[in-house]
Every structure is written in C-alpha cells, then in structure tokens.
C-alpha cells in the first residue's frame, strides 16, 4: 500500500514539497513516521490513549530532526473542526478507522473540510462487496452465506466492525467535493494466509508482493480485494 500511495503523492504534487499531512487513527506510526522521514510535516489524531503511548514511544527513539516534524495530538477524527481550520492539510490518512464507526458520513466530511484545494484524501477502508470472500476460500460456508447482504463482519481480533461499498463512498466524497481519483484493492491474494503464517523468505516475498500489487491494480481481481484503498482528491 505505500508504494500506491507513493504513487498518489507523485502525480498530485510537485518532487521535493513538503506536505502538510495528518493521519487519523495512526496506530503504531507506520505511515505517520515513514512520511516524516521522507520530509513531510505530520500531525497524528488519535482517539485511543494507548495508541497514543504507544506512538510516543515509537517516535521518542527516532532522530530529533524527524521527532520535531511530527506532533501528537489526542482527539476523534470526526471532530477535526475542533482542532484544525478549512484546509489545513495537503495530504490526510484514515487507515483502517471508518470500520469502527457506525456511520461513515460524519467522518468523511470532517476528513474533506480539513483538506486544502487540490488535496489528497487516502481510505483504507474493509471492502463491502467481498465479505463473502474470506469465510469462503477458507471453508467456512456458513459464513460465507451471512456474508451475503451484510456490511458487518468480525475482524481478525474478534470485534464486530463495518464495511464499506466503494459505490456509496464514492458518491459520499462526491457530494464533498472530493471525488474518488484512483483506487486500488489491498490484500487480494492473501487475506486468507494466517495471521501466525512466517514470513517468506526473499526470494519468495518478493514474488508475492508484485502479485499482490498487480492485482490491486488490475480488474476484476481489485474488485474483489478484502480492503480497498480509495484516493479522493479535494476540488
């Protein structure tokens, strides 16, 4: 996924400007720290306290350079008007947090009004239209069949959670007046590989990650992808 985005931040701004960037819901930083490092200035918006200890923790053992263009803050990305002004921020994050909400709505037109003209939104988002998918190719037919007509799923730490139709995001941002730009699925080959499965060694990681990336790109397999990674881009 950070070369799709990579890919995004390439064709929406010129080489070498620094963006404004803020990643709601960061986790562990994976994103929020690999982006201040290439440059970027990075606020992070969390709800969770431990989350946030826990990125503390992770940003306080890189250099000072990188630790000061990164800030911590606190708070529930749907109420970023709290925080932030109209326009505040090139680039936003929300990976893997629109799941966790019962309406989707509330935070995406939070996420657009913080977004400056030209601006680039990027979702990961669990894929609506798939959930039968899972369950399936692991044998569970009974799941797979509830799979059908439902947006709520169990994901892998045992919560029930929400997925999301690309259709309906896509007129959602629409109406926000950042329509969808590109979009891509993520773990399309995979989503059925163990979480406690090792991890392959090179010669055969790096056969499985071009495979991954080419079928997050290429129809129908994306379609059918367990996340999709959905990039609007702000009138």
């Known amino acids: ?16 400007r620094r963006l404004r960037v ?7 930083g994976t994103q929020a ?10 606020t992070g918006l969390e709800s969770d306290p431990a989350m946030l200890d826990a990125l503390r923790a992770a940003l306080a053992v890189e250099p000072e350079g990188i630790r000061e263009r990164v ?5 529930d990305g749907r109420e970023t008007g709290r925080h932030f002004g109209p326009g505040s921020f090139d680039l936003v994050l929300c990976h893997g947090v629109l799941m966790y909400m019962t309406e989707p709505d509330p935070m995406l037109a939070a996420l657009a009004r913080v977004l400056a003209p030209g601006g680039l939104l990027s979702l990961l988002v669990r894929n609506g239209d798939a959930l039968a998918m899972r369950p399936g190719l692991l044998g569970d037919w009974a799941g797979a069949l ?5 947006e709520l799923y169990t994901n892998r730490i045992g919560l029930e959670v929400r997925a999301d139709r690309r259709e309906a995001v896509t007129a959602t941002l629409s109406g926000l007046g950042t329509p969808i ?3 891509y699925g993520v773990r399309v080959l995979t989503d059925a590989v163990p979480d406690d ?10 056969p499985l990650l071009a495979a991954e990336e080419l079928a997050g790109r290429t129809d129908p397999y994306r379609a059918v992808a367990a996340l999709l990674h959905l990039c609007g881009v702000r009138a």
């Open 1 to 16: 996924m950070s070369r799709q985005l990579d890919e995004q931040i390439t064709t929406r701004f010129p080489v070498g």
């Open 22 to 28: 803020l990643d709601v819901g960061p986790g562990q």
């Open 33 to 42: 720290l690999r982006l201040a490092r290439a440059g970027h200035q990075v």
């Open 71 to 75: 800030a911590l803050q606190e708070g």
């Open 146 to 150: 509830d799979a059908f007509g439902s």
């Open 181 to 183: 730009h590109a979009w």
């Open 197 to 206: 499965a090792p991890v392959p060694d090179p010669s055969g990681l790096e």
